[in-house]
């Protein structure tokens, strides 16, 4: 158990106002009635002992799929999971209509150039000052450990039970938008491929709905498929962006171990923080070098990614202040998706202990040396 040293609510990873509601809305749940069973909740959640739970002490989420946690966040976890695959759907669907219609036409249509017989790449600066990497395989292995980084990061550590679920929900919703968005940027104006080493693989060149259906990747039949025609924005740039900003949004709500004075160059805030970021860099690099993309699809990504993060957690604050009536048609669904649970009221008791004694602990460590200097 841990908690970072800096103070406020912006360490369990809500504002004051979220927070503030939240509690509101957990004492409503905790009503006179079930005063007398408050001990046993905090003792499930937390702990008997007074510690919180983690992975060391449930290392297969078992709690997590009893009936109660099971009926408080599956509901919500499958909104979420059905907004992301709708997205991606969407996005592919743009995919297979582009490798369908596009392939070749810069090569056969460039103006004023007359038709050429070579591949048709776009002037790039970081093309033409950076080493050029043959492979693709770092920029996927990039962008596909960035996602397991957040899973291993938030599922396997001390935490609230419902931290992970919330973290998930909102991790779906977010992807989800994303992908819809990008399925109409890839084909507003799409750009020439900019890897001559591409070559498509489609399982239905005819068909582009049931090609998008084999593209995503639930669909175990078709693990080879790819496009080489959507461009603009960058996926992977997505994924790493996403996924470092979730990292430091949220890198405080439960760290690993300790942090005082003395340990904070060696907390988990710092240790994550620094290692998503060089993560966040080296994918960009990648991406870039070995002409996956070009530069502004992956500024475009990252750019639209900010957005949308920050967003959405500006539409969660709005929508979960009950006291302010949101004219927002889609604050009823977040209000519903963000329902705070219980247990992170007692996290923050138990995390409020834990920061006292590390408080007190550091005064004392100061008065010896101070006693000592004098």
Not at 50 to 57: E, L, W
Not at 76 to 104: D, E, H, K, P
Request: net charge neutral; with cysteine.
């Amino acid at each position: 158990m841990a908690v970072s040293s800096t103070s406020g609510e912006e360490d369990h990873g809500f504002t004051s106002e979220e927070s503030s509601s939240e509690d509101e809305e957990e004492e409503e749940e905790l009503g006179p009635a079930q005063q007398s069973s408050k001990a046993g909740f905090f003792a499930y959640h937390v702990g008997a002992d007074g510690k919180t739970p983690s992975f060391f002490s449930d290392p297969f989420c078992v709690a997590d799929f009893r009936k109660p946690a099971l009926l408080q966040f599956l509901p919500r976890v499958a909104a979420a999971a059905a907004i992301f695959t709708f997205g991606l759907y969407v996005n592919n669907v743009s995919q297979a209509w582009l490798q369908q219609n596009m392939a070749g036409y810069y090569e056969k249509n460039w103006v004023p150039v007359p038709p050429v017989n070579t591949t048709v790449i776009l002037w790039d600066v970081t093309f033409a000052s950076l080493p050029y990497v043959k492979s693709t395989k770092p920029a996927d292995a990039f962008a596909g450990g960035a996602p397991m980084f957040v899973m291993l990061r938030f599922f396997v550590v001390p935490g609230p039970r419902s931290l992970r679920w919330t973290i998930l929900c909102r991790w779906l919703v977010m992807w989800g938008i994303l992908w819809f968005g990008r399925a109409f940027t890839i084909i507003s104006t799409p750009l020439p491929n900019p890897d001559p080493t591409c070559v498509p693989k489609i399982s239905f060149p005819d068909n582009i709905f049931l090609e998008a259906w084999a593209n995503l990747p639930i669909v175990p039949m078709y693990p080879d498929e790819l496009t080489c025609q959507d461009v603009l924005y960058s996926g992977h740039t997505v994924a790493l962006t996403l996924n470092t900003m979730v990292i430091l949004k949220y890198i405080r709500t439960a760290p690993w171990f300790p942090s005082n004075s003395s340990t904070r160059w060696c907390s988990t805030s710092t240790v994550f923080n620094v290692l998503g970021v060089v993560m966040l860099l080296m994918g960009y690099y990648f991406i870039v070098a070995s002409h996956f993309h070009y530069t502004i699809d992956v500024l475009v990504g990252a750019v639209m990614t900010v957005l949308v993060f920050n967003m959405y957690h500006f539409i969660i604050k709005v929508s979960m202040l009950r006291k302010r009536k949101s004219r927002l048609c889609i604050s009823p669904f977040f209000r519903w998706l963000e329902r705070p649970a219980k247990d992170l009221k007692c996290w923050r008791r138990r995390a409020a202990e834990v920061l006292a004694q590390l408080h007190h602990d550091d005064d004392i460590i100061h008065g010896l040396e101070n006693g000592v200097l004098n």
